[in-house]
C-alpha cells in the first residue's frame, strides 16, 4: 500500500469521526482543534510507517534502522496519545464550581 493515500484515508476518516463526535456533542468544531486533530493523526500514521519499514534498512544500514523504528514508536505513542486525548475531551463534562 502506499503511506501517502494511507494517510489521506486515515485523515479523512479520522476528521470525520471527530467531526461527528463534535456534532453529536452539539459542540462547534474549531478550526485550530481540527488541524491540531489532523496533524496529530498524520503523525502517528507516519510513525507507523517509519516503524514498519525501518525493516527495510537492517540490511543497509543498521543503525538508522535502528533509531528509524525508535523514532517511529515515539511518533506513534505521542500523537496516538494527542488524538485520542482530543477525542476523550469531547466527551467529558464541564463541572461549575458552586
Known amino acids: 500500500m502506499n503511506p501517502a493515500w494511507v494517510t489521506i484515508v486515515a485523515v479523512t476518516l479520522a476528521v470525520g469521526v471527530y467531526s461527528g463526535c463534535c456534532l453529536w456533542r452539539r459542540r462547534a468544531v474549531g478550526w485550530e482543534e ?19 519499514d525501518s525493516f527495510a534498512l537492517t540490511e543497509l544500514k543498521p543503525q ?18 494527542k488524538s485520542l486525548g482530543a477525542i476523550a475531551g469531547l466527551f467529558r463534562k464541564e463541572i461549575e464550581p458552586k
Open 64 to 81: 538508522n534502522a535502528i533509531f528509524s523504528a525508535i523514532t517511529g514508536i515515539c511518533m506513534v505513542i505521542i500523537f496516538g496519545q
Open 34 to 52: 481540527l488541524m491540531v486533530y489532523a496533524i496529530n493523526v498524520v503523525g502517528a500514521v507516519t510513525g507507523v510507517y517509519m516503524f514498519v
